[in-house]
């Protein structure tokens, strides 16, 4: 096991694949707060 590897992910991976989804949970929020707010 190489350092940097968590869970099976290397550091870079681990970094793009969280990036993912945080930009996918902000569009799910922009996306849906205009039905809540309205």
Same mark, same amino acid.
């Given at each position: #096991?190489? $350092? +940097?590897? %968590?869970? +099976? =992910? /290397? $550091? +870079?991976?681990? %970094?793009?694949?969280?990036?993912?989804?945080?930009?996918? #949970? $902000? $569009?799910?929020? %922009? =996306?849906? #707060?205009? #039905? =809540?707010? /309205?």
């Amino acid at each position: #096991l190489k $350092a +940097g590897t %968590v869970h +099976g =992910f /290397s $550091a +870079g991976d681990r %970094v793009e694949y969280t990036t993912r989804i945080v930009i996918t #949970l $902000a $569009a799910l929020v %922009v =996306f849906e #707060l205009p #039905l =809540f707010v /309205s």
